[in-house]
């Protein structure tokens, strides 16, 4: 005896989601099939839903259920700076900290293991973006890993020929943190990467 | 700036499914949003198809297309007896072990801190059963955890007028461990119920 094919089936469709396992798809699907009819609805709307009214913005490239987003809407925005970042929820991070240039959304990083290419990202939306407007610097946001600074050197290279300067983010011990507990890694960029203290250097 | 509205709602929906936290659900809003059109489609027919082609089993409970389900209409089976499991992934497990007789899924366990009650379970229509049918023996084929084994002195409990035997399953070392690292409590089971050998007793 095995399952009801519509069981299995949707087995398999949770079985095809990031870090969902087979054992997890199973209680999802098992879930589904426990709750109350309209929450199982719910669910398979707000699937529906999120494809029908979210679209990619035409600039930054971040989601967003108007075009332009609302950040490339606004007048007040310093629309000289861009920050390249991984994802939209980078972008989500970034406004938290008070960020208030535009924004630039590759759509992921640089993993051949995984098949994206540069060319899966937005890198030539980019590029276009700069050729057209009046952008002074782009500060690479990626993640401070191994795809995010290889990414980072995908893009500083295909920028190379444009007129605009290109930064990356500052790196060192994080705000709140405690040195006895932070890694070499950090520490040795911390070192590195060491300021003079005003009026004292 | 936050999230289009449709993004937070299926973020929503996704952070009610067990297991599944904040960062999660993040997650898999933002693969629906990312896969191919049909793929996010398939996701809600699936959701949508496993509610209304499955159904709980009128007799055992179980989830099945047909009803009744094909343990259930299978003639060869052992009527006699009846094995009551936690969930139906469990008769899966049992099936592929061999048993031959029928089931009961109790469709979860009583666990009051989440709201579980006895009634919440199908123990009245486990009754029903014993009282309509010949059935000899019920088998309680719970969890050996701390709900399993509440949830089969309850069910043990409300059968106890019932002319019908009741047994547990064996308890002791798993076919297939090592001694060296089974835990004290496993051993203490297994020394407990020790079996005499065969003549030599």
Redesign the interface.
Known sequence: ???????Q??I???D?????GAR?A?????????VA?E????????????????RACSQCCT???ADP???CADPGRDRSTVLVVE???D??AF?AAGFRGLYHVL?GVVNPVEGIEPDDLTIDRLKKRIAAAKIAEVILGMDPDFEGEGTALVVAQQLKALPVRISRLARGIPAGSAIEYSNAAVLAEAVAGRRPVEGRA
């Open positions: 005896m095995a399952y009801p094919e519509a069981i089936q949707l398999r469709e949770f095809k989601m990031p870090g969902i997890t199973e209680r999802l699907a098992f879930h589904v099939l426990r009819p929450e199982a609805l719910q669910l398979a709307l707000a699937i529906r839903d999120v494809r029908k009214n979210v989601v967003t259920a987003c609302a950040i994802q939209p929820n972008v989500e406004e759509g």
